[in-house]
């Protein structure tokens, strides 16, 4: 918990700034006839963050005065943004047909029998926003946290009950998307199976003679989330600016929790995509293959894995090789956080190939035994 003396001066400072006796605003949300309207769920990049703001209002109005209510308020209130992994490859390779039952999956299984058991064992209320192409908001409530509750075998205190759940509610949410069929995709129907290319086609092969069967991809979701509370503590930890009216207060705030939950949701992502390329398993191979948002991620993360593979051969490097192989594994994960590709970065890329072509002769040299890598 925060300096409570701090967190009262900057609500102190804020009220000063705001209109006295004026409601929070009334925030119109509109629905619209899409995935989410078939699931129950809101629509729009707007809809989470005036919601997120309108939490935020309340708790300051109804508790003006006592900051540490209003934190033990602002700890029951987190935000989950839950990511799509693979809905662009699916898209390309695929169809967008295919991409929607994808989509229509997923949002199946974020309000599953199991992940609403979890809440009402819980006493969480939850609120979903399909927010973009591949991109869901969750914000979950608390609805009672003033006392202890046992988690398996560990009585958790109420300080650090919501961030436990929130934990074990991203993992939930996770596995259970992962645990949904997706057989729609056939690998093997001619306009898909040529559009998976040498790589594509080499990898699905091995993962199939791997299984003894077809290969059907597992949906699956990066999440990252954000209690309210610690938004709130990032605020006050970074000096900001106090002396505003209380509704962009809470407008900041706001920016830090989505901020936050998106961070760790691409960390998360990046972690996964790591995995599953560095696993042995060819299933996994094939896996992260369609996780990866496009061809040209695709060739750089391939690039990658194999360069990571000769982590033997590299302690035989002198210093200025070794340099070499830290250098092309820097630049291709530059690489991978651009969006697009432009010519000189073409050229780059070129440039890279060329050195880890450098590097492989070296490392084959060192040992004749080592198996072409690239």
Request: hydrophobic share 40%; glycine share 6%; aromatic share 8%.
């Amino acid at each position: 918990m925060p300096n409570l003396n701090a967190l009262q001066e900057v609500l102190e400072r804020s009220w000063k700034c705001s209109f006295e006796g004026k409601d929070a605003p009334t925030i119109v949300l509109q629905k619209q006839l899409t995935l989410a309207k078939k699931h129950g769920f809101h629509e729009g990049d707007a809809w989470p963050r005036e919601k997120i703001v309108q939490i935020l209002l309340n708790i300051f109005l109804q508790f003006k005065g006592n900051p540490e209510k209003i934190f033990q308020e602002l700890e029951k209130v987190l935000l989950m943004i839950a990511d799509a992994n693979g809905l662009k490859p699916i898209n390309d390779i695929g169809s967008h047909a295919l991409g929607n039952i994808f989509l229509d999956k997923i949002a199946s299984a974020l309000h599953n029998e199991k992940v609403n058991f979890f809440c009402q064992q819980f006493a969480i209320t939850k609120e979903i926003c399909r927010s973009g192409g591949d991109e869901f908001h969750i914000i979950a409530e608390r609805t009672s946290a003033s006392f202890n509750e046992k988690i398996g075998y560990e009585i958790l205190p109420k300080q650090v009950l919501t961030r436990r759940l929130a934990s074990v509610f991203h993992r939930l949410l996770t596995v259970e998307v992962f645990q949904t069929p997706f057989s729609e995709l056939d690998f093997h129907a001619p306009t898909v199976y040529e559009k998976l290319e040498g790589r594509g086609q080499d990898l699905l092969e091995k993962a199939e003679q791997h299984l003894g069967g077809k290969f059907f991809l597992n949906p699956s979701i990066s999440v990252g989330e954000c209690v309210f509370a610690d938004a709130f503590s990032k605020f006050i930890e970074k000096g900001c600016d106090a002396n505003i009216p209380i509704k962009r207060l809470a407008e900041s705030i706001m920016g830090i929790i989505e901020d936050t939950a998106e961070e760790l949701m691409f960390a998360r992502k990046k972690s996964l995509r790591e995995a599953l390329w560095t696993a042995a398993s060819p299933i996994k191979k094939m896996q992260a293959f369609m996780i990866t948002r496009s061809k040209r991620d695709r060739e750089i993360e391939i690039l990658l894995n194999d360069l990571r593979q000769t982590h033997t051969q590299r302690e035989c490097l002198n210093p200025e090789l070794f340099g070499l192989y830290q250098f092309i594994e820097c630049k291709l994960e530059e690489l991978l956080k651009k969006d697009s590709s432009g010519e000189d970065e073409n050229l780059f890329f070129s440039d890279l190939q060329e050195a880890i072509c450098h590097l492989k002769a070296v490392l084959t040299a060192l040992d004749n035994k080592m198996t072409r890598l690239f």
